[in-house]
């Protein structure tokens, strides 16, 4: 099949038409032309106005599956992901059983040369990511895995993280981390602030993510490797990470599309969609994360998916799980942070950053490439609906609302995605 897309903005670094709009005919999942004609083409798109970019990739989605496919399973994932604008996404291990060895990675990944969605394995760093017990990084990376993490825990044990950075130097592996102590996050529900107090839940001080991100840049300065913090929310937490930057330490951050634009004010009504981990946080820490990705600080963004069962989302708060689902309104997320932030370094930020981080090949926009691409269309209205929700969960805070913003077409493994 031939499909014209007619007059995107290209936005891919390594294309010699990078940022040039041009008409770009595909077909049979390669890029056959790129230039000023009119293509001949049994579909044509107008993408005047749109970004063609590199397919979207996520670094850092939770999936159910092995063991909670009630809450996501891999085909799911993908339908949510193809809709959202995403060709690939690296999901978490915490599964059960946890991605830690050569089955679980190859169970995750065995499908990818004919997924229109490639989902890639981020394999545990510790055993059952209780932070105990290194896992055999060498054989998980021989086997497929991106890079090594304990996902939604943070890597609490010093002497393990430690390990894990010289560990992982033998292959140039990546070390990703969610800072968070704890202890001092224990029973807490959302930011300790002033909202906090006046709704009576227990806070979640900034200080739990601080003190975390201080004490694992040192010992990424004593133990060289490559560190990457998933999540980030907190102003001194952006700052503690440029600084580290300036001192040449090979440390990198991810923010989700929701923290950069929310904040705890959202919570007043108890709505538990908005119980989030990290925290949704003050505008003083909006401020700083947008500062953090105009200067390069924070080097990609993330859609935080994170699917939970009505049984553990739609409770009283204090009892609710954390999490929102995010891979199909990230592209709203886009359109909304383009106020403050270049749209086409957003747009670099996932298609091109989380690639750079896991070395992995950045699709060209180029003729004769392989087409591995996502059309974004900034202007684009639409209703997230029960209807066209593909993830098996729904929490969601933006389910039955309007939103500004949406991937209209992914192309990957010779496969289409379009609008309809």
Not at 149 to 158: A, E, I, S
Not at 340 to 347: A, F, S
Request: glycine share 6%.
């Amino acid at each position: 099949m031939k499909i014209l897309l007619q007059s995107p903005r290209i936005v891919n670094t390594s294309s010699p038409f990078h940022l040039k709009k041009k008409n770009v005919l595909i077909v049979n999942g390669r890029i056959a032309e790129i230039g000023d004609k009119n293509f001949t083409a049994d579909k044509v798109i107008d993408a005047d106005g749109m970004i063609l970019s590199a397919g979207w990739f996520d670094l850092g989605t939770f999936v159910g599956d092995p063991g909670l496919e009630h809450r996501e399973d891999l085909i799911s994932l993908a339908r949510a992901a193809a809709n959202g604008g995403f060709t690939e996404v690296a999901v978490l291990p915490n599964t059960h059983p946890t991605v830690q060895t050569k089955n679980e990675v190859s169970y995750i990944t065995q499908n990818n040369d004919t997924r229109m969605v490639q989902i890639h394995a981020l394999a545990a760093v510790s055993k059952n990511c209780k932070g105990e017990e290194l896992t055999d990084m060498i054989d998980l990376n021989e086997a497929g895995a991106v890079a090594f993490t304990d996902g939604l825990k943070q890597l609490w044990h010093t002497d393990i993280f430690l390990k894990s950075l010289q560990y992982l130097q033998k292959f140039n592996g990546l070390l990703i981390d969610h800072p968070e102590d704890l202890w001092l996050n224990l029973f807490g529900q959302m930011h300790e602030g002033p909202q906090s107090a006046s709704l009576g839940l227990k806070g979640m001080p900034r200080i739990a993510e601080e003190i975390s991100v201080s004490r694992s840049l040192q010992l990424l300065e004593y133990a060289g490797g490559r560190l990457h913090f998933s999540r980030i929310s907190s102003a001194k937490s952006v700052n503690l990470i440029r600084q580290a930057k300036k001192k040449g330490l090979n440390v990198s951050c991810d923010v989700t599309g929701y923290q950069a634009l929310l904040t705890d004010e959202q919570l007043a009504t108890f709505d538990t969609n908005y119980k989030t981990n990290p925290p949704l946080r003050e505008a003083e820490d909006i401020d700083a994360l947008i500062k953090g990705l105009n200067d390069g600080t924070i080097d990609s963004i993330c859609s935080g998916h994170i699917p939970v069962d009505d049984e553990s989302k739609f409770l009283e708060f204090d009892q609710a799980d954390f999490g929102i689902i995010n891979l199909q309104t990230f592209g709203s997320q886009l359109s909304l942070l383009a106020a403050e932030v270049k749209l086409e370094d957003l747009i670099l930020k996932v298609a091109e950053a989380p690639r750079q981080l896991l070395s992995l090949e950045i699709p060209k926009i180029d003729i004769e490439e392989k087409a591995n691409l996502t059309l974004f269309d900034p202007s684009y209205t639409w209703e997230f609906k029960t209807e066209n929700n593909f993830s098996k969960s729904k929490n969601s805070p933006w389910l039955g609302k309007k939103l500004k913003g949406k991937a209209v077409a992914v192309f990957n493994n010779g496969k289409a995605r379009l609008e309809d």
